[in-house]
């Protein structure tokens, strides 16, 4: 890597194969070190974005802040924060990248977003260098996480607006691995995935937590053991699971790969900056890349390490679309404790565990999705897929936990049994004493990308219409 900013690296170079690090020097490095290498592209990276946008001046101006206020780390934390809805109206007032565009448009080379379920699509802009980089900064986590250039990797992703995918790819070739961009989404594709995988001799996986248990459940009904394929590394993105404990048991007891946990937000490309390495500790954040803090959900002030906060990230290295200050919106608890590794990055060791906006209310009780996938999977004769029903009768919250039973307690005394196990379990982690409700394995439906397990119908009670 080159002293100036941003920083341009050497495409041919890669480590040797039995190197446990890509950059041991910024990885390893003594802490305060390192930071006055980030202070550093934090200030470049400020200063072109004030130069270049007019979001970002606008903002700043208003809050009284400018790049000749940045001396140190902490002072980021007097700049304001940039949520979602802050970038979809800069797209809406400025068509179709925003104000916060800071290269020419004639210069983005790919175009990415997200897929505008809920609302207009918000637009990525990636400019060609842009893109490079960020090839660069993947090859350096999927590195950490165990990937070499003899590894053969199954994308089994959707290849389309999201980046997931093409992030994972492009890191992938940059760090000399063969890739086959399988996909997903199609009908009968998962079964064809399946067959290649076993033809090519894959050894790494890429998809989704969720996506990886239902290709394990394909591969059983075709009389291929998952374990068969040789997976020795499996990482993910795109939900918690990777991230949930009896999640990432049953991901590595299933293939007999590690199952490594990665990702942050699209918007913040290269997402892999959230990164397990292959001890698999919890998720180092890469801070010379993207400089993250964990902070306040109310005040966005960086909690200490030890702390529960939401990440909110600020680019190190974009020229195209820099986002400085973004607030995730999911939450993680941060440590600065060694990892045996050697990187001496902070981490977030039970990775990104949940979303303020997934979290649910019942009988005053805070309870998240994952804590609820957590629970179940550790009880033997849990069939694998859950639904959370959120429901309101006569005025009392309701909590439904609809969940499939294994074969092996089909039989009405052990179903029995096993329904008040989980309901007992769930009410000790949640504070709240479920409904049970048990269907045979198989019932629930799969998903081929991010698993959405809960449905709050209590709007409907207020409307008057019968509850689930």
């Given at each position: 890597m080159?002293?100036t900013?941003p920083?341009?690296?050497d495409p041919?170079w890669?480590p040797?194969?039995d190197?446990e690090h890509w950059?041991?020097?910024l990885?390893?490095?003594?802490?305060?070190?390192?930071d006055?290498?980030v202070?550093a592209k934090?200030?470049?990276?400020?200063?072109?974005a004030?130069?270049r946008?007019?979001?970002y001046?606008?903002?700043?101006e208003?809050?009284?802040?400018?790049?000749?206020?940045?001396?140190?780390?902490a002072?980021?934390?007097?700049f304001?924060?940039?949520q979602?809805?802050?970038?979809?109206?800069?797209?809406?007032?400025a068509?179709?990248?925003?104000?916060?565009l800071?290269?020419e448009?004639?210069?983005?080379?790919?175009?990415?977003?997200?897929s505008g379920?809920t609302?207009?699509?918000?637009?990525?802009g990636?400019?060609?260098?842009?893109?490079e980089?960020i090839?660069e900064?993947h090859?350096?986590?999927?590195?950490?996480?165990?990937?070499?250039?003899d590894?053969?990797?199954?994308?089994a992703?959707?290849f389309?607006?999201?980046?997931g995918?093409?992030?994972?790819l492009?890191?992938?070739?940059?760090?000399?691995?063969?890739?086959f961009?399988?996909g997903a989404?199609l009908p009968?594709q998962t079964?064809m995935a399946v067959q290649?995988?076993r033809e090519?001799?894959?050894?790494a996986f890429y998809?989704?937590?969720?996506?990886a248990l239902?290709?394990?459940e394909t591969?059983?009904?075709e009389?291929?053991?998952?374990?068969?394929?040789?997976f020795?590394?499996?990482?993910?993105?795109g939900e918690p699971g990777?991230?949930?404990?009896?999640?990432?048991?049953l991901i590595?007891a299933t293939?007999g790969?590690?199952?490594i946990d990665m990702g942050?937000?699209a918007?913040?490309?290269?997402?892999m900056?959230?990164g397990e390495c292959r001890?698999?500790?919890g998720?180092?954040?890469?801070?010379?890349?993207?400089?993250t803090q964990v902070?306040d959900p109310?005040t966005f002030?960086p909690?200490?390490?030890?702390?529960?906060?939401?990440?909110?990230?600020t680019h190190?290295?974009?020229?195209?679309?820099?986002?400085?200050?973004?607030?995730?919106g999911?939450?993680?608890?941060?440590t600065d404790?060694p990892c045996?590794c050697?990187?001496?990055?902070p981490r977030?060791?039970?990775?990104?565990?949940?979303r303020?906006?997934d979290?649910?209310?019942?009988?005053?009780?805070?309870?998240?999705p994952?804590a609820i996938?957590?629970?179940?999977r550790?009880?033997?004769?849990?069939?694998?897929e859950?639904?959370?029903?959120i429901?309101?009768?006569?005025?009392?919250?309701?909590l439904?936990?609809?969940?499939?039973?294994?074969?092996?307690?089909a039989?009405?005394?052990p179903r029995?049994?096993?329904a008040?196990r989980m309901?007992e379990?769930?009410?000790?982690?949640?504070?709240v004493?479920?409904?049970?409700e048990?269907?045979?394995a198989?019932?629930?439906p799969r998903t081929?990308f991010?698993?959405?397990?809960v449905?709050?119908?209590?709007?409907?009670?207020k409307?008057?219409?019968?509850?689930v």
């Amino acid at each position: 890597m080159s002293a100036t900013w941003p920083p341009r690296y050497d495409p041919a170079w890669r480590p040797a194969p039995d190197a446990e690090h890509w950059a041991p020097g910024l990885e390893c490095a003594e802490p305060k070190k390192r930071d006055e290498v980030v202070l550093a592209k934090l200030r470049a990276q400020v200063q072109y974005a004030w130069e270049r946008s007019p979001f970002y001046r606008r903002r700043w101006e208003a809050a009284g802040v400018s790049p000749a206020r940045l001396r140190t780390l902490a002072d980021l934390a007097k700049f304001p924060v940039v949520q979602k809805a802050d970038l979809r109206a800069a797209q809406a007032a400025a068509p179709p990248f925003g104000d916060y565009l800071c290269i020419e448009p004639r210069e983005v080379a790919r175009i990415h977003g997200t897929s505008g379920t809920t609302g207009h699509p918000t637009v990525f802009g990636v400019g060609r260098d842009d893109w490079e980089r960020i090839g660069e900064a993947h090859a350096r986590v999927l590195w950490g996480a165990g990937l070499r250039p003899d590894d053969r990797v199954l994308i089994a992703s959707f290849f389309s607006l999201y980046l997931g995918s093409w992030g994972a790819l492009k890191g992938c070739e940059r760090l000399g691995a063969t890739v086959f961009p399988f996909g997903a989404g199609l009908p009968g594709q998962t079964l064809m995935a399946v067959q290649w995988a076993r033809e090519m001799s894959a050894t790494a996986f890429y998809g989704t937590p969720s996506y990886a248990l239902h290709f394990a459940e394909t591969a059983r009904r075709e009389g291929i053991e998952p374990r068969d394929f040789g997976f020795r590394t499996l990482f993910f993105s795109g939900e918690p699971g990777a991230g949930v404990a009896a999640t990432k048991r049953l991901i590595e007891a299933t293939f007999g790969g590690a199952c490594i946990d990665m990702g942050s937000m699209a918007e913040m490309t290269p997402w892999m900056t959230n990164g397990e390495c292959r001890r698999r500790t919890g998720m180092h954040l890469w801070q010379d890349i993207v400089y993250t803090q964990v902070c306040d959900p109310e005040t966005f002030a960086p909690v200490p390490y030890g702390g529960e906060g939401t990440p909110v990230y600020t680019h190190l290295e974009r020229t195209s679309q820099p986002m400085i200050r973004l607030v995730s919106g999911d939450l993680a608890r941060w440590t600065d404790e060694p990892c045996p590794c050697g990187r001496t990055y902070p981490r977030l060791p039970g990775g990104l565990y949940g979303r303020i906006d997934d979290m649910f209310i019942v009988r005053g009780e805070n309870i998240y999705p994952s804590a609820i996938e957590d629970t179940l999977r550790a009880i033997e004769g849990f069939g694998g897929e859950f639904r959370v029903i959120i429901s309101r009768r006569e005025a009392m919250d309701e909590l439904l936990v609809r969940a499939e039973y294994a074969a092996s307690h089909a039989a009405d005394a052990p179903r029995a049994a096993l329904a008040a196990r989980m309901r007992e379990r769930l009410r000790a982690r949640l504070g709240v004493t479920p409904r049970i409700e048990l269907v045979a394995a198989g019932e629930l439906p799969r998903t081929e990308f991010k698993a959405k397990r809960v449905i709050d119908d209590r709007d409907l009670y207020k409307k008057g219409v019968a509850n689930v």
